[in-house]
């Protein structure tokens, strides 16, 4: 029995760019906004700098949710 001719593959000779980032709505909450804002920085900046952008906007999120949890004055 014969094995089928292998036809290579061509790699890809461009790259799409990728697309731009939707802007998020706003949300009227200050910290909110500040911090989805920072996702636009990721469109220009370098890959490797991804990940202490995106840690920074959980942080915020986070803490703001968290927030959320913690009675406020004069409610029970």
């Known amino acids: 029995m014969t094995e089928p001719a292998h036809t290579p593959v061509a790699a890809p000779t461009a790259t799409a760019a990728p697309a731009p ?16 804002a920072r996702l636009g920085e990721l469109g220009g900046g370098p890959v490797e700098a991804h990940a202490e952008v995106y840690e920074g906007v959980h942080e915020v999120l986070r803490d703001t949710l968290k927030g959320l949890d913690e009675p406020r004055p004069g409610q029970p």
Do not use: C, K, W
């Not at 980032?21 to 989805?36: F, I, Q």
């Open 21 to 36: 980032a939707p802007t998020p709505r706003e949300t009227g909450h200050r910290a909110v906004d500040g911090a989805l």
